[in-house]
Every structure is written in structure tokens, then in C-alpha cells.
Nanobody, 119 residues
Framework: QVQLVESGGGLVQAGGSLRLSCAASGRIFSISAMGWYRQAPGKQRELVAGMTSGDSTNYAASVKGRFTISGDNAKNTVYLQMNSLEPEDTGVYYC?????????????WGRGTQVTVSS
């Protein structure tokens, strides 16, 4: 099992910044990808930013140029730096790790952290 704990959410004014952290523990091996997702009220959960074990990254079009995903292997932590925040960025942000073991993909989710951007 992999346990993920997000932190860093909060209330911020439009134009402000936040940095989310996702600390991983447990069976942290064979991790193929990490990602940040968000779910706004009444909407489906969507991918915000992803990173593979080879450090390639991808971003949702709505956050490209404003958000940056990064990782610290020594700390088993993934970060999401969010700049120029907009009210539309409001939602619960979840961290996900994906591992491939024996040809099977396992997805692990954190419980989420609330981000609220006021206009």
C-alpha cells in the first residue's frame, strides 16, 4: 500500500500563489507516474498536472504556464506550485500515485486538500 497526504491548500485571493505538497509513504516502488487532480463543486475530477517516473510532465490547458509539478525523491514528496490563481481553480486537489507491478497498475489517492480562490 501507498499512503498519500496532501497539504498546502487554503484560501487565497485571485492572482495569488499556493504550493501543494503530497507526502508519500509505504510501498513506494515501481511508481510509474504521479499527478495532481482537482474536483470543483458539481464537476468531475480532472487531471491538473502529471509527471512520469522519467520526469516528463503534462498539464491541463487551463493551468499551463501557471502551475508547475515537481518531485523530491529524497523526501518522497510531489509538489504543485500554483501561481496566478483564478477563481476557476477552486476545488479539492488530490494527489495520485500509479504503480505498475506484475503488469498490473495500482492507483493510490490522497484524501485531498481544499483550495479556494476568491475574486
Amino acid at each position: 500500500q501507498v499512503q498519500l497526504v496532501e497539504s498546502g491548500g487554503g484560501l487565497v485571493q485571485a492572482g495569488g500563489s499556493l504550493r501543494l505538497s503530497c507526502a508519500a509513504s509505504g510501498r513506494i516502488f515501481s511508481i510509474s507516474a504521479m499527478g495532481w487532480y482537482r474536483q470543483a463543486p458539481g464537476k468531475q475530477r480532472e487531471l491538473v498536472a502529471g509527471m512520469t517516473s522519467g520526469d516528463s510532465t503534462n498539464y491541463a490547458a487551463s493551468v499551463k504556464g501557471r502551475f508547475t509539478i515537481s518531485g523530491d525523491n529524497a523526501k518522497n514528496t510531489v509538489y504543485l506550485q500554483m501561481n496566478s490563481l483564478e477563481p476557476e481553480d477552486t476545488g479539492v486537489y488530490y494527489c495520485k500515485y500509479s504503480a505498475i507491478r506484475g503488469g498490473i497498475r495500482y492507483d493510490y489517492w490522497g484524501r485531498g486538500t481544499q483550495v479556494t480562490v476568491s475574486s
